[in-house]
């Protein structure tokens, strides 16, 4: 299979400075260290672990809405530590896809619209963002609720709708960071089954940050975090290096 | 690009009641503008009929000898061949009639008191036709028929000052274009009120062919030439002025503008004002829209931080934010036009009247006019202001860090 990401001795700290200038002696906070981590396409791969441990910070460095105070990640054979703003912004804009744990969806759009967004800011013209939309609001099942806001929509439909607007420019990677931490045990489990299905079916990878037990039943590798570090990775191929 | 005005525009939506009272607040400054420049903009128009309808009519012929030297005697620079350059005058385009006049100062006596006066001849005819208006305090205008006694009509102030009314005789002495001093026995017909004080306490007219006697003269000062509407000033203007260069003494041609120094004086003065007003309704939407937009930014760390997650170019953001601003600007400029025009509309039909302005006598209506350029001006000041406005908020939204925004709370 191929490489898809590639996380190379990756750190990331974090100074606490108290807001003053002049503060001299600054202190820093460690959320990741020295983590490895190879993932290649068509994983559902889960990163684990207890509040704290660096899970979200992984995602967002993989993601390149953050960068690493040390070490390298490369996406799709491509080394974000190198890339100016506006090339990760290009990077995360065709390659990534996001589903965040707040749903996180545009109020002011319905589901039809949010998940024609992805669409809308890479230049995708009306007639084929009218049927990729389609598409991706029926393989979450939610063709019926196109038209609604996401007030309008309960929390499991919302995250469904992120999860369309994840997959609609058909990214290459999807990063999903406690997806069902705000669900309920029926939607979490419908949520985690659509994941499933979309990797099954599509051949998506997927990387999310979970400790809820019920989707780490569905994952054939995860990977756990403790203290800013991997402690293990159940991978047969991919190797634990950090 | 449909879709993403969508955004901004529901955006704008989104906090109703705050969005209302931005639309207000901005809505209110143009419609402020608007009162406040469209009673300038009628007293402009109003002093500016007033002033030529007066008596100083649209344009004015003097020789050139008028403006560069003083008379040494009344008249020596007078327009010789006057009737001919006003039978030429006549027949141009968008002219209502030509009227002489001759303006000289002598001393008028009652016979117990003497007081300079400064006086305007005229030929009543010409003077009406054109339809000059005299406000009468009593009696009535000159009549242009020869002969009989002269006849005169003073300021009320100097009727005052000379203790004479209507039917009262009084003698008048001015120096002939001679040099020798000549007098007449004049019969007062009507006491003329100006509005302005310091005129009337000088004032006295008499018919042209009395002066000319008075003063043993043909010659007039000036012709003053009414036109159909003040907006053909310009065109009347330069055709004319050609026909004036062909003839054998120098004659030149003034504009009203060029005449009017107080309605200039009145307008730079009022004009001034408007400006320090507009620049006080800039800077009171832009920094209320500041706070405004900044707050709505803060608000939406998260949502922005999604957008730039997504690879939204953050020039996008910048343009969001502006496009957001100048919708609630022009929106804003529509609830201040209404607002502002129906106003001046109930306003014009309020019937309000305001005191006499300094050196005035008559009471002045509050009317309001409704001038396309102020609206468009004061629409774009706005407008403009909120765009300005936005780009604080737009640019600190456009920097965010996507993992600091993401978990904003």
Known sequence: MEELVNVEAVSRRFSLDNGSPHHQARSFVSALSDASLRVTTGEFLAISGPSGSGKTTLLNLIGCIDQPTSGRILVDGVDTSKLKPGSMATLRREKIGFVFQTFNLIPVFTAAENVEYPLLIQGVGSR???SRVAEALESVGLSARAQQRPDLLSGGERQRVAVARA???????VLADEPTANLDTHNATQLIELMHGLNQRLGLTFIFSTHDARLLEHTERIVRLCDGEVVSDNSTEGGIRG | MAKFLLLAFRNVFRN????MMTLLMVGGGVAGLL???GFFAFMFWGLRENTINSGLGHLQIFTADHFNR?????LDTGIDNWRQVAANVKTGGHVRGVAPRIEFYGMVSNGE????FMSSAVDPVAENSLGFRTRFASGRDLDSKPGGEVEALIGAGLAKSMNVKVGDGLTLLAMTSDGALNGVDVQIVGIVNSGIAEMDARYLRITLPSAQRLLQSDRVTNL?????RTENTDQVAAELAPQLRGLPQQLVLKKWIDLANYYKQVRTLFSTIFVFLGVIVFFMVLMSSVNTLLMTMFERTREIGTM???GTPRAWIVSLFMVEATVIGILGALVGLVAGNLLGFLLNHSGIHLPPPPGNTVPMPFLVRHVPSLMIGSSLLVIVSLALASILPAIRASRLKIAEALSHV
Do not use: N, Q
């Open chain 1, 128 to 130: 084929e963002r009218r």
């Open chain 1, 167 to 173: 997959i609609v420019h058909r990214p290459a990677l």
């Open chain 2, 16 to 19: 109703r009641r705050r969005t």
């Open chain 2, 35 to 37: 009162l406040v420049g």
């Open chain 2, 70 to 74: 003083d008379e040494v005697r009344v």
């Open chain 2, 113 to 116: 008191k003497s007081s300079v």
């Open chain 2, 224 to 228: 003053v030439v009414g036109l159909d």
């Open chain 2, 308 to 310: 730039l997650a997504m």
